[in-house]
């Protein structure tokens, strides 16, 4: 079972986990806003899939700060992650989606395997926290870049149906 956990505070990030469950057939009832989810809700589930904006420079989305420190503490062994994110490469270059790379810090240690790394095909030169050495932890969605951002969102969405 999927479960996606956002956090979004203009509802970009929200959108886009939207679209994400409708392209994977994941209900309403398995999309959490990490604002008021239990963190106990991840046991249900055998994929989480995180999403984050970027605020601040390089930082995470507000609610995401209790979440993360509560979701740490839960038993993520065994658990697939993928992570996603949304932000803005042409005003923050440097901590573009730095977001997703906190969440992946903070979880490295779980026992849980990553999945849903992506090509940085299409991207300006980027070297922040989303960077994994020649890869993306995750979907990264564009402010800067809105025309591809459905393309991209779909040919992540396929990525994860594969395996
Ligand atoms: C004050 C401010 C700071 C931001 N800082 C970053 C940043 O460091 N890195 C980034 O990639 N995007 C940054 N952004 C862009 C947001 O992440 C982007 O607008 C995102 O789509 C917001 O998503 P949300 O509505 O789901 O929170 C910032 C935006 C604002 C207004």
Known sequence: MTGIFYGSTT??????????????GVPASDIHNVANAAPETVAHYDLLILGSSTWGCGELQDDWYGFLDALKKQNLAG?????????????????????????????QQTGCTFIGSCEPDGY????????????????VV?????????????AWCEQ???G
Do not use: M
């Open 160 to 162: 994860l149906k594969n």
């Open 142 to 154: 564009d402010e800067s870049d809105p025309g591809k951002t459905d393309a991209r969102i779909a």
């Open 79 to 107: 658990k697939r992650i993928a992570l996603f994110g949304c932000g803005d490469s042409g005003s923050y270059p440097d901590t573009f989606c730095d977001a997703v790379g906190l969440i992946f810090e903070a979880l």
């Open 124 to 139: 300006e030169s980027i070297h922040s926290l989303i960077r994994n050495e020649e890869r993306f932890l995750g979907l």
């Open 11 to 24: 509802g970009t990030t929200e959108a886009v986990a939207q679209d994400i469950a409708r392209q994977l």
